[in-house]
């Protein structure tokens, strides 16, 4: 299987199976389109444009690709190989929030249920479990979450420091990560999370404007003017280490890319701004008809990030990223994120979820930190998603970059893991296509 596209005067085409890309000629582009190459009667049609000898030549070096599999390589039966073992968790270290964000997934903090904090004694029942669950992983990772999990930072120091006690014992390394609103960053706070945080996510929307719209006070005051100065500080101490400027465009701010700008100009340079999932019926929410509008966003952004990228202005776009050269092996990009089998999510009652996002849904408890993972039917459910399995995916040129989308999204949306969040899915391919395009435009130093 492959996938032709093109970008301005730039022409590419991709191959699924094994993840190889090529960047062509146009000629080439014509010939892949609608496979003309196959069909004389097709390949014809282009004698005009080029020329009997220059359309031959381009087909013989077309069938070289194939004959040295670099094009239309055959389908990989991907083997689970790979022991399952729990490696990452998301600790919601509070189920309350100091901000009312409109959009939030979490019902602001609460997840549908009763405020509660992570105890100190929940939260290393926790850790005792990821380290009995994790095999001979070494390397652990943990986000703080929440709610706003600044609002239990006595309890995030209580646990550092425990998780670091148990590395040696364990032959383990924990890397631990927070994501805050902001609102309760200070010079003690900030000092402390860039002394033992390896990455860290602000969550600000963009321009002033965009973030009040959604991530409103309880009060209903301007939420921006409350955050802006503690990340501004935040990030001027945090120095080379990692985070992200986290946003969540909607449909309200369809032109998305001023709020990347926006970012990028007030000194941000680690951003990702992603699309709100919600329901359809919701004013806020990303529908089909905002597709085009949004593509060509991203078409602006990605032209506003090569620019930037020729000057001191360089950042990072966290879906720009992509891994071209390496990555994960086939069977993990075949199966995602690990929901439930790698990955899990814990309540401040001890109460195990495949993932944050399903927090509050009890209906997908997989047991506690007490007794550990005791719903296997569940986490099977989990286990045997593949995107090879799922009906709309198998045929899709992006499956292996997306691994089939977020299994939350596709079960809100279709209540089923093999149906993927279509709007999502559209987004993804975009996104993925602009990608190939700025590591091309990047290699050629334009």
């Given amino acids: ?56 030549e381009a087909i013989g070096e077309i069938n070289y690709l194939i004959e040295n599999d670099m094009l239309y390589t055959r389908e990989i039966n991907a083997v689970n190989k790979i022991k399952p073992a729990i490696k990452a968790m998301c600790l919601n270290m509070t189920h309350d929030c100091n901000l009312s964000c409109e959009y939030c997934f979490a019902s602001q903090g609460t997840y549908k249920g009763e405020k509660g904090f992570l105890s100190l004694e929940t939260g290393k029942k926790a850790f005792d479990f990821l380290v009995k669950s994790s095999g001979n992983r070494r390397n652990l990772e943990v986000d703080f979450f929440g709610g706003e999990p600044l609002m239990n930072f006595d309890t995030i120091k209580g ?22 609103n902001g609102v309760l960053l200070n010079d003690e706070k900030i000092d402390y999370i860039n002394e033992n945080m390896d990455n860290v996510v602000l969550s600000i929307d963009g321009r002033k404007e965009t973030n009040d719209r959604m991530r409103k006070t309880h009060n ?10 503690n990340f501004k500080n935040f990030v001027k101490k945090r120095g080379n280490k990692d985070y992200f400027a986290r946003g969540t465009y909607t449909s309200y701010n369809l032109d998305f890319s001023e709020d990347v700008k926006h970012l990028r100009e007030l000194g941000f340079d680690k951003i990702s701004v992603e699309p709100v999932v919600a329901n359809p019926e919701e004013k806020y929410a990303i529908k089909e008809e905002h597709l085009d509008i949004l593509k060509k966003e991203y078409e602006k952004l990605a032209e506003y990030y090569i620019e930037c990228s020729k000057t001191n202005r360089k950042f990072q776009f966290f879906h720009f990223n992509i891994e071209l050269d390496g990555g994960p092996c086939i069977y993990k990009r075949s199966i995602g994120c690990g929901a439930g089998t790698e990955y899990v999510a814990v309540t401040p009652k001890g109460e195990l979820y495949p993932c944050h996002q399903f927090v509050g849904m009890e209906e997908f408890i997989i047991g506690n930190v007490t007794e550990g993972i005791t719903n296997r039917d569940m986490v099977n459910k989990f286990k045997n998603v593949s995107v090879n399995e799922k009906p709309v995916c198998i045929d899709c040129w992006a499956k292996y970059y997306c691994s089939g989308g977020c299994h939350a999204n596709a079960y809100n949306f279709n209540k089923s893991f093999d149906i993927p969040y279509d709007v999502g899915c559209q987004l993804e391919k975009k996104r993925i296509e602009l990608s190939i395009y700025i590591k091309a435009m990047e290699k050629i130093g334009q």
Avoid: C
């Fill in 1 to 56: 299987m492959i996938h032709v596209f093109n970008i301005k005067d730039m022409y590419f085409v991709t191959d699924t199976n094994s993840g190889l890309v090529h960047a062509v000629e146009e000629i080439i582009y014509d010939l892949l389109k609608d496979e003309k190459f196959k069909d004389e009667n097709k390949s014809r049609l282009l004698h005009k444009k080029y020329g009997k000898e220059t359309v031959e």
């Fill in 159 to 180: 646990l550092i420091e425990y998780g670091r006690s148990l590395e040696k014992d364990y032959n383990k390394h924990f890397r631990f990560t927070i994501t805050t």
């Fill in 220 to 229: 209903f005051k301007s939420s921006y003017d409350l955050v802006i100065n």
